[in-house]
């Protein structure tokens, strides 16, 4: 992979999992409305590599306000979200649940980083 399509893939992570969190937690639509309309929007406006990494990115947002507390620590996780999926792109590929393990990973990760490492 290209650094730039690996710089984009973060990106769109971060930016997914942002818009994500923001639709859960700030405007209270709650967690399959957010992920939902983030699905959507990416799979009708990216190509399909971007798209699948914005999905599998909102599966953080989805996060309980009690697993990520602030939109700090969704800021956190979105990076290590388009790390995470960047890292296990040729893993399982075509395989169902894949995701969903892929943004459990990158939550548990984020909690490891903010709990355990001196930086917040």
């Known amino acids: 992979m290209k650094y730039k399509d690996s710089i984009l893939t973060i990106t769109m ?8 969190y923001y639709i ?3 405007l209270g639509l709650g967690p399959f409305i957010a ?3 983030v699905g ?10 971007l798209a699948a990494a914005a999905y599998t990115a909102s599966f953080v947002g ?9 939109f700090s620590t969704a800021l956190i996780s979105g990076i290590i979200a388009g790390i995470v999926i960047l890292a296990t792109k ?23 980083v903010v709990n355990y490492l001196p930086i917040m």
Do not use: R
């Open 90 to 112: 040729p893993i399982f590929a075509g395989w169902g649940g894949k995701g969903g393990t892929t943004a459990a990973l990158a939550v548990l990760l984020t909690l490891i």
């Open 62 to 70: 989805m996060s309980a306000d009690f697993i990520l507390p602030t």
């Open 35 to 37: 992920n939902g309309t």
């Open 13 to 20: 992570a971060f930016i997914a999992v942002l818009i994500t």
């Open 40 to 49: 959507i929007v990416a799979a009708l406006t990216l190509p399909k590599g």
């Open 24 to 26: 859960n937690h700030g």
